[in-house]
């Protein structure tokens, strides 16, 4: 069984940045995509970033995609979601997931991630 723990959310000034963390363990890391979600209020979770395997393919929503950067540790069995000009629109819970087992770097589909954190709060005040 594949457990994820998320760390790093807090409450942040618009413009400023954070880096999110989530460890791994229970399972093979380095075979796994990785992805970050989030769900704000009201919203149902989406997508934000994700990574391939090895670390050599990275996708993100257009939302993030200038300002977020989405890097994995293998040896540390870590992923890091780096957050940058952060808008309050970013405010959500943000949530650490993991595939199954996977060797090709195509992106998985949203229902592929079959693991997940508890979550971790980032809050962006105006």
């Known amino acids: 069984q594949v457990q994820l723990v998320e760390s790093g959310g807090g409450l942040v000034q618009a413009g400023s940045s954070l880096r999110l963390s989530c460890a791994a363990s229970?399972?093979?890391?380095?075979?796994?995509?990785m992805g970050w979600f989030r769900q704000a209020p009201g919203k149902e979770r989406e997508f934000v970033g994700g990574?391939?395997?090895?670390?050599?393919?990275?996708w993100y929503t257009n939302a993030v995609e200038d300002r977020f950067t989405i890097s994995r540790d293998n040896g540390q069995n870590t992923v890091y979601l780096q957050m940058s000009s952060l808008k309050p629109e970013d405010t959500a819970v943000y949530y650490c997931a993991a595939t199954n087992a996977r060797i090709t770097p195509r992106r998985p589909d949203d229902s592929e991630y079959h693991y997940w954190g508890q979550g971790t709060q980032v809050t962006v005040s105006s």
């Open positions: 229970g399972g093979t890391f380095s075979n796994r995509a």
């Open positions: 990574i391939s395997s090895s670390g050599a393919y990275t």
